[in-house]
């Protein structure tokens, strides 16, 4: 049976290179040299069997590329740069080290495209569930980190896709819109920024917060996305206002739809315009000319 | 009930300060900025309930510390400056927020020595058992990292404490060896290094397998810890003799000593000599002149 010793074996032949890498997996810690001038990012996001992913259903190779894609989209949200990410799994007993491999190689498959390698990790088996855990470094690469705390009134909210309905499939399939951050971070008139992970009205609330603002939102002007629409229509005797209306509460409160949320001081060139960001401390949103307090549904963890 | 977002509150409100650190817990990622000449050393070490700890024993105090003290630890190994972690937990549903504060505090408390705040994570919970991990960050601070594929044949190899029988206790409640790895590291004749966590047999066989090289030890010479003489003292009538092979035995095979095995070209004023790397490729020890060949005991998992 193999143990822990031939994964990091195989590991080591498979790890992708990057010139900001001295020393990549085998050792106790790996060693990286940023540029001189570059911010480092750091952060980490887990991802649990029966609540991120299910395994019964997921392919240990998509399970990895979600894992990583979380963390490539929280890059995203900052406008850093990637430059490197470790790999926790906690892996249930006998399901073999082909899945291990599988799970890894999601990872690496999903951070290519970004020139990020996978440099450490920790893989344990245990008799629980599996838990998959990727740690991101990312580098400021010359533009500021955007954060959710910088959003003030007057402000103009926007999103960079269209949302809702991800549970179809689309939250393991996402692409992390990590050179539009880039590119609207650069033009340098994004006063905030989100991924929009938790649901709009939640990470919107989480903006709004961080930068002690309110804000308003015209809930007809947020582009639906077609799962949304596809999740809207129980039934053919359905009436097609409600219909519309639970469509539009799919994108304001579904998680995992891996946009960005951004406010911005000027009028940028990609997004769409869905409010603005007001000198109050509550979330108005307004469908048919008519106002209504838009609290959160989104995705929490009740610990 | 309170959710994740008052813990991130209340993680936000008792986050320790760095001056490394530009931005803490909060945001979608957390933002350091390194002195332009330090290399970046980053890894990740996972603790699962019933493999390195049991959470029916421990206080989660405890078992924060542990999982900090076990990457400050690695840090060690490397011989570089702790600068900051970030934690990831496995919530079982139900135990509550207090619980999630305790280990919370048991890292900071560790860390707060080493100046090495928490400055980010992810909380959640779920239906399964107790995983706590901790991302760590260091960096080499005019230091060269120290590896453990740099030992060459004619290389002494040494240990900085006493061995075996830390499940007594000790594995909970070590001090990971940061300042003393600096000292050694700093004085320029230190060739290789690894903290011993899986036991000193399987860690000298990575030392040696990623140096290349091969290693004699005089088992006699190993500094046996009390708790292993403890452990070899099965009853009364036991023949003196061989209870003192079986303490050597802990010392050479048990894990989670936290002590650091190292090589060294010079000759060191800290650390127990109990050895020598040689040209060969395997591991030989020798116990009342007798050579045996030296097979790790130690902890590996198996997927």
Redesign the interface.
Known sequence: ?????D?ISWLRQHQSRSPLV??GI?????????P??D????????M????HFDSAIHTPRAIGRKAMNRNLS??A??A?LPA?A?A?I??P?G???DY?RELYLGMTEAGQPFDCPV???????????L?V?V????RSAGVE?V???GAKPGDTIYVTGPLGGSILGRHMTFEPRVKLARYLAGSGTITSM??LSDGLSRDLA?VCR?SGVGARVAIESIPVHDDALKMSVPNLDADVVAQTRVAFDHALHDGEDYELLFTSSGTPDVGTRIGEITNTTGIIGTYRNVPEPLTPRGW????
């Open positions: 049976m193999p143990g822990e010793f994964f001295r020393l085998g050792d106790d810690l790996a060693v990286l040299k940023l001189a001038d911010l480092l990012l750091v952060g980490v996001d887990q649990m069997d029966g609540v929280d890059c949200a900052m850093c490197a470790l926790t906690c892996l007993k399901v073999g080290e291990a440099v450490g990790g920790d893989t344990g088996s245990w008799s629980g569930k838990v855990s740690t991101i470094l990312g980190p954060t959710r705390s989100i991924d989480n961080q929490e963890h009740t610990l």
